[in-house]
């Protein structure tokens, strides 16, 4: 169960102890052994510098969106605590990514990936600059992302958006099936 008390928990002890905000971070794999790339990127993520993971969900296979033919996905949420700038753990993220040889092509926007991580919430800022849209513009219709934020996050409330189980219960249909958390 979420503890509010902890929203701005200190990751240190003492007064220099650096404040941290919870962020939420969406992985989605559907090019080589995705699940494997998942387990592995969640461990990557949880040695970022500054960072401490607080909650990761079960993976999840999910239909692939949009036009292009391709594999199902495996997607997975983690929650972690930070005292980075956004700005400094989307180029940590995009580091990770680029280890699993992430191909960042903007003609095809929803195609096939080894490694996908989106900040989906970082505490309760909201941030749209020419590098980063927070909240994720998409995640309130994506149930790959709900289901699992549900799992770790109980219904969390979303200013602006609302409840996370509210958002789950009317997020568009997709063909998904929850894994093991030991699978993968």
Known sequence: MRNPQNENAHDGAGPDAMATEAVFIGLGS???????????AIDAVAHIRECRLRG???????AALG????????????????SLQPLALLLELQAIEH?????RDEKERWGPRTLDLDIILFGDRNIDDSHLVVPHPEFAKRRFVLEPMLEIDGDRFVPGYGSL??????????????LDKSHG
């Open 30 to 40: 559907n090019i080589g052994d995705s699940s494997t790339i998942v387990e592995q």
């Open 99 to 103: 280890a699993y040889y992430r191909n």
């Open 67 to 82: 036009d292009v033919p391709q594999d199902d996905y495996i997607n997975a949420v983690v929650r972690i605590d930070t």
């Open 56 to 62: 990761r969900s079960s993976l999840y296979r999910s």
């Open 165 to 178: 189980g509210y958002l789950a219960e009317h997020a568009p249909a997709l063909s998904m099936t929850r």
